[in-house]
């Protein structure tokens, strides 16, 4: 319900002004995908915080993402650098 209610006002209000207020400068972000749009990813962290992470035509995209995919986001001061999924520690002997 929260993450329905933020996306709508992403859309409404323009992506570019809620990124810049809830996406660190730099490091990394960890989470599930909520919502995926062409240029914006929504994520959610362990603790419930949404992130919602700006893609530009350099950000590397570890492959098609869906909601409920975990991932790992890189960012610099310069934007989202890398989108990748993390890998399934469970399946790990």
Same mark, same amino acid.
């Given at each position: 319900?929260?993450?329905?209610?933020? #996306?709508t006002?992403?859309m409404?209000?323009?992506?570019?002004v809620?990124c810049?207020a @809830?996406?660190?400068?730099?490091?990394?972000?960890?989470? /599930?995908?909520?919502?995926?749009?062409?240029?914006?990813?929504? #994520?959610r /962290? /362990?603790?419930?915080?949404?992130? #919602?992470?700006?893609? @530009?035509?350099r950000?590397?995209?570890?492959?098609?993402?869906?909601?409920? /995919?975990?991932?790992?986001?890189?960012?610099?001061?310069?934007?989202?650098?890398?989108v990748?999924?993390?890998?399934n520690?469970?399946? #790990?002997?």
């Amino acid at each position: 319900m929260l993450a329905t209610l933020l #996306i709508t006002v992403v859309m409404m209000l323009g992506s570019a002004v809620l990124c810049q207020a @809830n996406v660190p400068q730099q490091g990394q972000v960890e989470g /599930d995908v909520v919502q995926v749009f062409p240029t914006t990813i929504v #994520i959610r /962290d /362990d603790r419930g915080h949404i992130t #919602i992470l700006q893609l @530009n035509s350099r950000t590397q995209m570890g492959g098609p993402l869906k909601p409920g /995919d975990k991932v790992v986001a890189f960012i610099t001061p310069y934007g989202v650098t890398s989108v990748q999924l993390k890998p399934n520690m469970a399946l #790990i002997p």
